[in-house]
C-alpha cells in the first residue's frame, strides 16, 4: 500500500483538501421561492425522519417503504445502501439543529461501524464515506478518521492492476463485473489520501476512472451500467446492463451516477478530462429526447413504454446534486444551464407529486423511485439514497445564497 514516490506532484494538490468551492468560477442566483421550500422541506423532513425512527429497530437499517402493502423494509449493515440513513439525519441536522437527529444518527452509526472491515463489497463509498465521511464533516474526530481509512483499505482490496479497476459485484472464476455504479466509490479513496499521505489510494481511483471512461461509455456518452472484465487478461469480454431495459439502453441512475463520479474526479484531481467527461454527460442526459420536461428521468431512457414509463426520483436527485457541483467548474453558460436544471428537479420533488405527507411513506422524504426494474425489486417506492441526494442538492443550492 505504499506508493509514496508515485504521483508526487499531484498528491500535493491532493493534501490541500479541496473543498466544493475551492477552484469553482461561477456563482448563481437561488430563487428566493425555492430557498424558502427548501427551508420548509428540511422542516418536513425532520419531522419525517423522527417517524421512520419509529419504523425499525435495534441493528436494522431503513432500506424502502411499499405504499401498497404499508409494508416498511429494513436491510443489516452489510446493504449497500446502509449508510445513507445516518447521512441523511445528519444533514437534516445540520440544517435544523434538532438533537434528536443528531443522536439517532449516532446510535445508526455505532452499529455501521463494522462494516469497515468489509471486504466483499465495492459500496463501502456508499456505506461509509456518506455516514462516517458526513459525520467527520460535520465534527471531525480520529475514530471517524481511523474508520474511514480502514474501509478505504478494505475498499482497495478489490482493486486489480490488471483489469485497472475495482470489482463490483462477486462472480464465477475469471469473470471481473464493474459496474458504474462503482464511480460513487472513489471520493472515499481520495479522503483516505489526504487522511494518512498514502497515494496509493489516490492511484487506484484515477486508474479505475480512467478504465471506466475508456470502457463503460458510449460515442454518445451515454454508459453501460455493467462491464464484465476478464481477470487475467483486462480484455473486456461483455458490455450489458442489469437493472436497466436493455444492454444497449441508458439506464436513468447509472447516467447520474456517471455525472456525479466524474464531477468528483475532476474536484479531485483537477485534470481537466475528467471535467470534459462531465460535461458530455450532462450534454447526453439534458439534451435527450426522452429527458421530460419537469427533468425526472423516466428509470430508463430507452424504456419502451415512454411517456408511461416510471419516473425515478433517485435519479433526478443524484442528477441534480452534481449538476450544482458541475455549475460551478464550467463556463457561464453551461454553468447556467445546469443550475436551472437542477433548480427545476428541487422545485419539482419539493411538489405534492413526488413529496410525501408528513407521517407518511414510511417517513421518506420522497415518492416514486425505482430501484431494480427487471427483477421486480424496489420499483415505484421510496429509496434512502433518493432522500439522500435530495437534501444534499438543496444544502448545495442553499450554498449559493451565501
Known amino acids: 500500500m505504499k506508493f509514496k514516490h508515485l504521483y508526487k506532484s499531484t498528491i500535493t494538490a491532493c493534501l490541500l483538501a479541496l473543498s466544493l468551492n475551492s477552484f469553482s468560477q461561477n456563482n448563481f442566483k437561488p430563487q428566493k421561492d425555492v430557498l424558502a421550500t427548501i427551508k420548509k422541506n428540511f ?3 425532520d419531522v419525517q425522519y423522527k417517524y421512520m425512527a419509529k419504523q425499525f429497530g435495534a441493528d436494522e437499517f ?3 417503504y411499499h405504499p401498497t402493502t404499508d409494508k416498511f423494509e429494513t436491510s443489516n449493515s452489510s446493504w449497500w445502501c446502509s449508510g445513507f440513513y445516518s447521512g441523511t439525519l445528519l444533514k437534516i441536522y445540520q440544517q435544523t439543529k434538532d438533537a434528536e437527529l443528531l443522536k439517532q444518527a449516532n446510535n445508526n452509526l455505532k452499529d455501521l461501524e463494522k462494516e469497515q472491515y468489509n471486504k466483499g463489497t465495492h459500496d463501502l463509498g456508499f456505506m461509509m464515506y456518506c455516514s462516517f465521511g458526513t459525520a467527520n464533516h460535520l465534527e471531525p474526530k480520529p475514530e471517524y478518521k481511523e474508520i474511514l481509512v480502514n474501509s ?7 482493486f486489480n492492476p490488471t483489469v485497472g479497476c475495482i470489482r463490483s459485484w462477486n462472480s464465477k472464476a475469471n469473470d471481473f463485473l464493474v459496474i458504474i455504479d462503482n464511480m460513487m466509490n472513489l471520493e472515499l479513496l481520495f479522503y483516505a489520501t489526504k487522511a494518512t499521505g498514502d497515494s496509493s489510494f489516490y492511484k487506484i481511483a484515477v486508474t479505475h476512472a480512467n478504465t471506466t471512461m475508456k470502457n463503460h461509455f458510449r460515442p454518445d456518452f451515454s454508459s453501460y ?7 487475467q487478461t483486462g480484455a473486456v469480454k461483455e458490455k450489458k446492463t442489469a437493472q ?14 456517471g455525472l456525479y463520479g466524474y464531477t468528483v474526479m475532476y474536484r479531485e484531481t483537477k485534470d481537466k478530462k475528467y471535467l470534459e467527461q462531465a460535461k458530455n454527460i450532462a450534454h447526453f442526459i439534458l439534451t435527450n429526447p426522452n429527458l421530460p420536461a419537469d427533468k ?7 424504456a419502451p413504454n415512454i411517456p408511461n414509463a416510471l419516473r425515478d426520483a433517485s435519479a433526478a436527485s443524484v442528477m441534480a446534486s452534481a449538476l450544482l457541483e458541475l455549475c460551478r467548474y464550467v463556463d457561464k453558460k453551461d454553468g447556467q444551464e445546469y443550475f436551472n436544471t437542477a433548480q427545476t428537479i428541487i422545485k419539482n420533488l419539493s411538489a405534492p407529486a413526488y413529496k410525501a405527507d408528513l407521517n407518511t411513506n414510511g417517513g421518506f422524504i420522497l415518492k416514486h423511485s425505482v430501484g431494480h426494474f427487471p427483477a421486480g425489486t424496489e420499483v415505484d417506492v421510496p429509496l434512502t439514497y433518493a432522500d439522500y441526494y435530495f437534501v444534499e ?10
Do not use: C
Open 244 to 257: 436497466g431495459f436493455a444492454n444497449e439502453s441508458a439506464w436513468a441512475r447509472g447516467q447520474s451516477w
Open 43 to 45: 422542516a418536513d423532513a
Open 152 to 158: 478505504a483499505k478494505s475498499l482497495s482490496t478489490r
Open 225 to 231: 451500467h455493467v462491464i464484465n472484465y476478464d481477470e
Open 393 to 402: 442538492a438543496m444544502q448545495r443550492y442553499k450554498a449559493f445564497a451565501k
Open 296 to 302: 425526472i428521468p423516466y428509470w430508463d431512457f430507452n
Open 62 to 64: 431503513p432500506k424502502t
